[in-house]
């Protein structure tokens, strides 16, 4: 069983940055896409940022040029850096685990989610 642990997030002022991490256990993580989702009460999931195990990246326009991800295989960890933080950003970041490709439609794992919130 593959598990995800997030941390690093908090309360930060508008303009700061914060660092998000995600350990993940299992011998899976340097196959499997990792990503960054966020998720706002009463709206559907959203994606944030995607790294794939050759360190392509994606990111949603509304993040570009502020969030960066970054995945350190070596230790199992996917990072991701949020600068120029806004008080939309307010929300709860759940990290994710997607080895469907690889390893069949069960493959596909999250976290239990780390709340940031951009306030003065």
């Known amino acids: 069983q593959v598990q995800l642990v997030e941390s690093g997030g908090g309360l930060v002022q508008p303009g700061g940055s914060l660092r998000l991490s995600c350990a993940a256990s299992?011998?899976?993580?340097?196959?499997?896409?990792m990503g960054w989702y966020r998720q706002t009460p009463g709206k559907q999931r959203e994606q944030v940022a995607a790294?794939?195990?050759?360190?392509?990246?994606n990111y949603a326009d509304s993040v570009k040029g502020r969030f960066f991800i970054s995945r350190d295989n070596a230790n199992n960890t996917v990072y991701l850096q949020m600068n120029s933080l806004k008080p939309e950003d307010t929300t709860v970041y759940y990290c994710?685990?997607?080895?469907?490709?690889?390893?069949?439609?069960?493959?596909?794992?999250w976290g239990q989610g780390t709340q940031v919130t951009v306030s003065s």
């Open positions: 994710n685990a997607d080895g469907r490709v690889v390893d069949g439609p069960e493959a596909d794992y």
């Open positions: 299992g011998s899976i993580f340097s196959r499997y896409v």
């Open positions: 790294i794939t195990s050759d360190g392509f990246t």
